[in-house]
């Protein structure tokens, strides 16, 4: 019965019944039952003639003499579901009601009260229907809320998050979306214990089994709605009721109890503006996807607890704490060419990868979480549960990869797929590795706990993008592999190195910016990457060999450096080097 209906507590609170000087003789612990209506009756029989919930005023004339039959009585008032009965005392019963009716009516947990004092039923009636019809009223304004808010919602194409959060505002009630697998895509506590929320959830899940699309489960305590559209159901949306959780106490004061009507709107207006979302955003990423995004990003850029993390990853089905855990970045070699191509086929791009990668981890049997990362990169984080198994598992997820891409480029490809790879003019054949037109696959330092995650993903990045120009068919690119190059790039954002940049170069790219015709930078780079053999520096650089030797006398009085020497030309090198790490992006 819901919860728009006054209390018997609440009807003996009413100055109509106050001033009849009301006495609780039996079944207070059905106080707080419902009061759907008040009806006055003197018959025996009247229980045939109501439905459950009526609170029954009656000043006892025309009921049984005998013990039996207000045995009987009661019996019948208890097995049709009344909230209560009110008796007034002065024409049937003086001193008190009966014995045997309060023996009767405190064993069948029947609120039973006594008036004292004359008191015209028809007040009574009066005061009690008027709380009805206000609280009534009282609904249909948070209905018309509820259609209002989520109208809002869904024009302004809100996602899953925000709906969850104004469901659990609306409601006072913790509330959970989850998929058909039973793992959490979204919760909200609403200021209640969100690790009690959701330990054990899976199992808790399952066990909570309403009948029909939307209902209430009264062993749970959980109202439950089917997420979906079209006829394809996706997931489920729960809101406990009672909020306090303390079900069994809320069942046995109130046998027929359920939520209010308003709660079962609610959680139908939320799931139904769930299922939009997902219908205008099918081309997007999943929501599974986007919380995985949403969790590698606050890691990276530290915006959410690592605790929280944890708790939403296990939530979601991927356990992090107590596990060996390995930072992997997945990236093209070359930049999307989004000026010849456009940023849908950059996207496209990205998302094929992000597939490749999910289905490769699957494939694997690795769990993880994984999503993109920036416009270029997928990441994933490796929860392993045995240090030892680290090789073995990036190699077998190397390989799913690159058996993956093999097959989505040799066989029927999307139009979103076909596009990003026209556009990048890849070879879906070469799956891993830094092979031209592949992808490099960058794994960073283990570690053994969650604080120490971003490290391995920071790492496992700086190793990618230093790998880019390595030009070996490496499977996996680890630290150890990116050399002078990929150190230096690793420590781009070091203010030493910039320094060293500065102190070794700084006086060239003072006079490369007052003379930008010359660039002399550029022929200082030639003449290294030739291994100081001036003439092959002299072709590299498109000069005659004059002009390269006179460039390369401006250079040595501008640095006052000797060119000839072995040491300080390492350190011009390294500072080369240095430069192109920090300006690559």
């Known amino acids: 019965m819901s919860a728009v209906f006054p209390t018997v507590r609440e009807v003996l609170a009413l100055d109509p019944v106050r001033h009849g000087a009301p006495r609780m003789?039996?079944?207070?612990?059905?106080?707080?039952?419902?009061v759907r209506w008040v009806h006055v009756a003197e018959v025996p029989d009247i229980a045939t003639l109501l439905g459950g919930g009526e609170l029954v005023l009656t000043t006892g004339i025309g009921l049984p003499g005998d013990d039996a039959g207000l045995r009987a009585f009661i019996g019948d008032l208890a097995?049709?579901?009344?909230?209560?009965?009110?008796?007034?005392?002065?024409?049937?019963?003086?001193?008190?009601?009966?014995?045997?009716?309060?023996?009767?009516?405190?064993?069948?947990?029947?609120?039973?009260?006594?008036?004292?004092?004359?008191t015209p039923f028809v007040r009574i009636t009066e005061a009690v229907h008027a709380l009805i019809v206000d609280a009534q009223l009282t609904e249909l304004r948070a209905t018309e809320e509820i259609h209002q808010r989520f109208n809002d919602?869904?024009?302004?194409?809100?996602?899953?998050?925000?709906?969850?959060?104004?469901?659990?505002?609306?409601?006072?009630c913790p509330v959970v979306l989850e998929n058909l697998s039973r793992q959490v895509l979204g919760y909200d506590p609403a200021g209640q214990s969100a690790e009690m929320l959701l330990d054990g959830w899976e199992q808790h899940s399952r066990r909570i089994r309403p009948a029909?699309?939307?209902?209430?489960?009264?062993?749970?305590?959980?109202?439950?709605?089917?997420?979906?559209?079209?006829?394809?159901?996706?997931?489920?949306?729960?809101?406990?009721?009672?909020?306090?959780?303390?079900?069994?106490?809320?069942?046995?004061?109130?046998p027929t109890a359920g939520p209010p009507t308003r709660l079962t709107i609610l959680i139908e207006r939320a799931a139904s503006t769930l299922a939009l979302g997902r219908l205008i955003r099918r081309d997007a990423e999943g929501l599974e996807r986007q919380i995985h995004r949403t969790l590698l990003t606050a890691l990276l850029d530290h915006s959410r607890p690592v605790d929280e993390v944890a708790l939403r990853a296990k939530a979601l089905g991927v356990v992090l704490d107590r596990r060996h855990l390995v930072g992997v970045m997945v990236r093209?070699?070359?930049?999307d060419p989004v000026g010849e191509s456009g940023p849908e086929a950059g996207q496209a791009r990205l998302r094929d990868l992000s597939e490749a990668v999910g289905q490769a981890l699957r494939e694997a049997k690795l769990t993880a979480l994984t999503s993109a990362v920036d416009d270029n990169s997928v990441g994933a984080l490796l929860a392993l549960t045995d240090a030892a198994a680290e090789d073995r598992a990036l190699s077998a997820f190397a390989s799913a990869l690159r058996r993956v891409r093999l097959e989505a480029g040799t066989g029927r490809a999307t139009p979103g797929a076909e596009a990003s790879r026209t556009a990048s003019g890849a070879d879906p054949s070469r799956g891993g590795g830094g092979a031209p037109g592949g992808v490099i696959v960058a794994a960073g330092s283990g570690v053994g706990n969650l604080r120490e995650a971003r490290r391995s993903l920071v790492e496992a990045r700086q190793i990618a993008e230093a790998a880019r120009r390595d030009r070996r068919d490496l499977p996996i690119f680890r630290l150890p592999h990116v050399g002078l190059a990929g150190l230096l790039h690793l420590l781009r954002d070091e203010p030493r190195l910039q320094t060293f940049v500065e102190r070794e170069l700084g006086a060239l790219l003072e006079y490369d910016a007052r003379h930008p015709r010359e660039q002399l930078l550029g022929t200082l780079r030639a003449y290294l990457a030739q291994g100081r053999n001036k003439t092959a520096g002299a072709a590299a650089a498109h000069l005659s060999r004059p002009a390269f030797y006179e460039r390369l006398a401006r250079i040595a009085r501008i640095l006052n450096v000797d060119l000839d020497s072995v040491e300080a030309t390492v350190s011009l090198h390294v500072a080369l080097?240095?430069?192109?790490?920090?300006?690559t992006p």
Do not use: F, K, N
């Open 153 to 172: 919602l869904s024009v302004e194409g809100a996602d899953a998050g925000e709906v969850i959060r104004q469901t659990a505002e609306l409601s006072g």
């Open 25 to 34: 003789v039996a079944g207070d612990a059905g106080l707080d039952r419902p």
């Open 79 to 118: 097995d049709v579901g009344v909230s209560g009965l009110v008796v007034e005392l002065g024409r049937r019963y003086v001193s008190g009601v009966p014995r045997v009716m309060v023996a009767a009516a405190e064993r069948r947990g029947l609120p039973l009260v006594e008036l004292r004092r004359a």
């Open 332 to 335: 093209h070699r070359t930049e």
């Open 212 to 254: 029909g699309r939307s209902a209430y489960d009264l062993d749970s305590g959980w109202l439950v709605t089917v997420v979906g559209a079209r006829g394809q159901d996706w997931g489920r949306l729960l809101l406990r009721w009672p909020a306090s959780g303390d079900v069994a106490t809320h069942r046995a004061s109130e």
């Open 577 to 583: 080097l240095a430069l192109e790490a920090v300006r």
